[in-house]
Every structure is written in structure tokens, then in C-alpha cells.
């Protein structure tokens, strides 16, 4: 059995990860897919864990080879979704969320929203700060 993808979107600081801990408190088998960066680590963060730290080299050649569902540039570092850590959650049946920093957002009177739809639940996650 497949399981489906929710994607996250939005800028940075709106919300994405507040979300995703809701989605994830309140939906069964819902795993986060770890995304990739070129940014350094934190002192607090391990490897795999929040993301996987990549070189720049390494993620230009695993985007090179179609290795990411989806990339963006920001501030600086490279961010993207891993195809294999989609794919193999899916195939074992799990649900999986994804977060993206790209430009899809929606806006509403100087705020930005992001929002998550789970159609199995019929119930939507959502949550907003000042733009």
C-alpha cells in the first residue's frame, strides 16, 4: 500500500514547522521527510535529523542526477527535497509531510498563511504571522 504526500509551503519564519507538529500530533503514521541544505550545522542539530547537511558540490551533483523532488535558493544555501526520502516512506505505506521554502504562499492583508489540507481527516492545519 502507498501512502500520499502532504508539501508545506511557504517563507521562512511563517510557520511551517508549527504546523507540521500539529499535522504529525494528530495524524497517524504521518513522517516528516528530511530535507537536504548546504547550510552549516548548529551546535544543537545532528545529521539526518533536521536536515541533511550537504556540501555544495554534493548537492549540485545529486541535483545534477535528479536526486530532488524540489530546490530553492535561500539567503544564501541551497535547500531541497530528497526523491529517495519520499520515496521509500511511501512504499512502506507511511503518510509523508514535506516542507518547502518556495514562493507558493498564500497572502491576506499583509500576513502570510500556510496552510495543510489532510483530505483522510477532512481537517485543515494552519497558521499565520505578520509579512
Known amino acids: ?3 500520499r504526500l502532504f508539501v508545506v509551503s511557504g ?3 511563517v510557520g511551517k ?3 507540521i507538529a500539529r499535522a504529525r500530533a494528530e495524524v497517524p503514521r504521518l513522517e516528516l521527510a528530511t530535507s537536504a541544505t548546504t547550510r552549516p550545522m548548529r ?6 535529523r533536521e536536515y541533511h547537511f550537504l556540501s ?3 548537492f549540485q551533483r545529486r ?3 535528479g536526486e530532488f523532488l524540489e530546490h530553492v535558493e535561500f539567503a544564501g544555501h541551497r535547500y531541497g527535497t530528497l526523491r529517495s526520502e519520499v520515496e521509500r ?3 512502506d505505506g507511511s503518510n509523508v509531510i ?3 521554502t518556495s514562493p507558493a504562499l498564500v497572502r491576506s492583508s499583509g500576513s502570510c498563511r500556510t496552510r495543510c489540507w489532510c483530505s483522510s481527516h477532512r481537517r485543515m492545519w494552519e497558521t499565520s504571522s505578520s509579512a
Request: charged letters at 20%; aromatic letters at 0%; proline letters at 11%.
Open 1 to 3: 500500500m502507498s501512502g
Open 11 to 13: 517563507p521562512s519564519g
Open 17 to 19: 514547522g508549527t504546523l
Open 43 to 48: 551546535p544543537s542539530e545532528q545529521q539526518g
Open 56 to 58: 555544495p558540490d554534493e
Open 63 to 65: 541535483l545534477q542526477k
Open 89 to 91: 516512506r511511501l512504499a
Open 98 to 100: 514535506s516542507r518547502s
